[in-house]
């Protein structure tokens, strides 16, 4: 899972991403930005969705996943007129 590979901790994936914002290195961009476009990692299949998102909010102790990158409306097949909060279903 992408953030897992990144840090043990909400501090180390961000000291790791401010790190690479500090980098020229094209390679470690590239690679970065490879890893970044998972799709569907939280989606409903069965070997993601939410027992996936439990397992990241378990391993960072965290309550909580704020999952921002994909529209919600594509995610849950609404139309986007009809999207007026935040989607909770983990």
Not at 11 to 26: K, P, Y
Not at 35 to 48: K, P, Q, R
């Amino acid at each position: 899972m992408f953030y897992v590979e990144h840090g043990r901790t909400v501090e180390a994936v961000n000291q790791r991403f401010f790190d690479l914002t500090q980098s020229a290195d094209l390679s470690r961009w590239e690679s970065m930005l490879r890893d970044f476009a998972e799709h569907e990692g939280f989606s409903g299949l069965a070997l993601t969705g939410e027992r996936r998102a439990s397992q990241m909010l378990t391993y960072y102790g965290a309550k909580q996943l704020v999952h921002g990158h994909t529209p919600i409306s594509m995610a849950n097949g609404t139309s986007a007129a009809e999207v007026d909060q935040a989607w909770s279903y983990a």
